[in-house]
């Protein structure tokens, strides 16, 4: 006698790869498109029949939280319940090693590429990759250490993920065009009929039109200029007195050629509407001006790179009590930063008056700011010459919102 356990029925897009003969397979999918409950069925359909299956994801925590926890252990424990209830032997989960064991003698493994010699060891009829884009050294986990294992027993291989530029992901996704064992597909959100569109929706709401492309659409995006619609953050804004707005600064300190930059906001009308920009300005008039600037401002609130020749600054100045939060710049937390102002520049919710004395380097310095895809991340850089008034508009943005965060007292 046959027990069965339902799955949910596929949709039109994962019966269509499903069916397909392909040994490889490669889905860059938007998402929310299905790509987890369609590997996690798959993956137990395998074991069931008693081969040995891999899931590879990134790093630890996606492999555990998403691959094992999210759907395969609940399913797991579904058909165990069945399986009980007519005395048969059900499937072992074994939580800490994260693998799951069929009566049949079949194995799910679940990995992370963090430990790639747990991988090493085993043949697999199945080796499914999830989030490939963000994959570290994919070519030389797929070349050297994962497609030897598939060998002994023919096995297959799945690739999914949302794109990352054109990396190692993208190589992979263009070999159905010269291997037929290889087959790609290339789909939207939307490809997923169960996802509400306004579900979608909620999904874009704080997204930049880069991150849009890329995690809804699933388009492969090139390096290059970021910002897009540069012209319609600049225009001749009308004249305020003094005292007349709610202020902030952010302020990025040059190093060796670069220039000292400080912006003030207005943080009701997101307007950015004065500047200093100090070039080859010894040390000590450059603290000068800087003090005279957020005087003229009384801001509430003053964002300072304080990484290297903006440490001091910092220091002396929340000494005397200006209210100043320094800001440490990483790779991670200038991504971090300049999101949150290509939010606001794609919302036009930032301003930027023209009538500040270097307004059109701001304007160049947008306009070749870009995006760099690496083997895993993305840096953002200026492509030719500077981007210190980009830093200073960006900590400009993040102070307008850090000005407006609740605090709790802690002594
Ligand atoms: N065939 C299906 N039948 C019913 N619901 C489905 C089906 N495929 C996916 N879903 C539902 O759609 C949602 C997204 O599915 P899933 O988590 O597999 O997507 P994903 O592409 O892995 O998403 P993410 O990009 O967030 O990792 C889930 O709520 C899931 O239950
Ligand atoms: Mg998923």
């Known amino acids: 006698m046959k027990f069965k356990f339902k799955f949910p029925q596929f949709h039109p897009l994962q019966r ?50 998403i691959s094992f926890e999210k759907y395969l252990v609940p399913w797991v424990r579904s058909i165990n319940k069945i399986l009980k209830e007519n005395n048969q032997q059900q499937l072992e989960i074994d939580l800490s090693d ?9 194995t799910i493994f679940i990995r992370s590429a963090d430990k790639p010699d747990n991988i090493r060891s ?21 070349e050297r250490v994962v497609r030897p294992t598939l060998i002994d027993r023919q096995g297959k291989a799945y690739f999914i993920s949302t794109p990352n530029g054109y990396n190692y992901f993208h190589t992979l996704f263009t070999k159905e065009l010269t291997d037929s064992n290889w087959k790609s597909w290339n789909a939207s959100s939307h490809a997923n009929p169960h996802l509400l569109p ?18 809804i659409y699933a388009e492969f995006t090139s ?37 000292t930059v400080l912006l003030a906001m207005d943080k009701e009308e997101n307007l950015v509407f004065d500047g200093i920009r100090l070039t080859s300005i010894p040390f000590d008039e450059q603290e000068k001006e800087i ?19 903006g440490k001091p600054i910092v220091e002396k100045f929340m000494n005397e009590g200006y209210p100043i939060e320094g800001f440490k710049t990483s790779n991670k937390s200038k991504v971090e930063i300049i999101d949150k102002l290509l939010f606001a520049m794609d919302n036009q919710n930032i301003h930027i008056d023209e009538k500040i004395e270097f307004s059109k380097v701001i304007r160049g310095e947008l306009n070749s700011f870009g995006v760099i895809y690496t083997d895993t991340t ?23 919102d850090s000005a407006n965060s609740f605090f709790i007292s802690l002594i």
């Not at 085993?122 to 797929?142: H, S």
């Not at 953002?380 to 960006?394: E, F, N």
């Open 122 to 142: 085993g043949d697999y009829d199945l080796v499914i990759f999830d989030e490939t884009a963000f994959q570290a050294n994919l070519k030389n986990l797929w």
């Open 291 to 309: 003090r005279n600037f957020i005087e003229k401002h009384d801001p509430e609130l003053v964002v300072m790179e304080e990484n290297s020749f």
């Open 16 to 65: 269509e790869i499903y069916e397909h003969p392909a040994r490889y397979k490669v889905l860059c999918l938007g998402r929310r498109a299905g790509k987890s409950l369609y590997i996690t069925a798959i993956a137990l359909e395998t074991a069931l029949r008693g081969e040995q299956v891999a899931i590879i994801s990134p790093i630890y925590r996606i492999a555990k939280e």
């Open 198 to 215: 306004s579900e979608i929706e909620e999904l874009s709401k704080d997204m930049t039109h880069l991150a849009i492309r890329q995690e």
């Open 98 to 106: 994260m693998q799951i064991r069929t009566p049949s003698g079949g």
């Open 223 to 259: 390096d290059g200029q970021l910002f897009s619609n540069i012209d319609d953050a600049f225009f001749d804004a009308p004249i305020k007195h003094f005292g007349e707005r709610k202020v902030v600064i952010g302020a990025d300190f040059g190093r060796m050629n670069d220039s």
């Open 378 to 400: 993305k840096k953002y850089s200026a492509q030719s010459g500077h981007d210190d008034t980009v830093m200073a508009l960006a900590l400009t943005n993040y102070a307008k």
